[in-house]
């Protein structure tokens, strides 16, 4: 039982990084063509289509998919 329980777990763990890593993809095509440097989060959601909570859960604001963007802080 416990084993099936941590292979659950791993496979939560690997789509919210494969969402995670869609998102920022995303947001950085939604920058690349945006003329105001705005990027909407309702946009990239629907891009990788999730709802806006699933952004907020994995990023913690509408920033984060940028900021978690490699380059972009000077960390990643």
């Not at 496979?11 to 095509?29: K, P």
């Not at 003329?35 to 990239?44: E, K, Q, S």
């Not at 709802?51 to 990643?76: C, E, H, I, K, N």
Request: a negative charge; one cysteine or more; aromatic letters at 2%.
């Amino acid at each position: 039982m416990i084993e099936a329980a941590l292979r659950q777990l791993a496979g939560s763990l690997d789509q919210d990084v494969a969402t995670r890593a869609a998102m920022i993809e995303a947001a950085l095509r939604q920058l690349a063509g945006s003329l105001d440097h705005d990027v909407a989060t309702r946009a990239v959601c629907e891009a990788v289509g999730v709802t806006q909570p699933v952004l907020y859960r994995l990023f913690g604001d509408q920033l984060g998919p940028l900021d978690a963007a490699p380059g972009r802080d000077g960390t990643t």
